[in-house]
């Protein structure tokens, strides 16, 4: 899987782009598991809401981050949430 990070904290810490093998499909929820155990990034994940998902181009909602299944052949982007007034 191809997992490429937009700008931000987690960014400076892991790199902009991963390689990462899985054996079987996974849940956003248990990937942000499997990065923040490899890269000792637990702190970059502490807000949950902080980073959105988009997986082979489809941006995926929140409430699908337990659900959602990745297979070692999906693009995932992740990038920090932006906010503005």
Same mark, same amino acid.
């Given at each position: ?18 390689? /990462?093998?899985?054996?079987? %499909?996974?849940?956003?929820?248990? !990937? =942000? ?25 489809? /941006?995926?909602?929140?409430? %699908?981050?337990?659900?959602?299944? !990745? =297979? ?14």
């Amino acid at each position: 899987m191809i997992i490429r990070i937009l700008s931000s904290d987690l960014a400076e810490k892991v790199g902009k782009l991963i390689n /990462l093998d899985i054996s079987e %499909e996974i849940t956003i929820e248990e !990937l =942000k598991e499997e990065i923040a155990r490899r890269f000792n990034a637990r702190e970059e994940f502490s807000d949950k809401y902080f980073y959105n998902f988009s997986v082979n181009g489809k /941006l995926i909602k929140q409430d %699908e981050f337990k659900t959602f299944k !990745l =297979k070692n052949s999906d693009v995932v982007v992740i990038m920090p949430s932006i906010a503005g007034g």
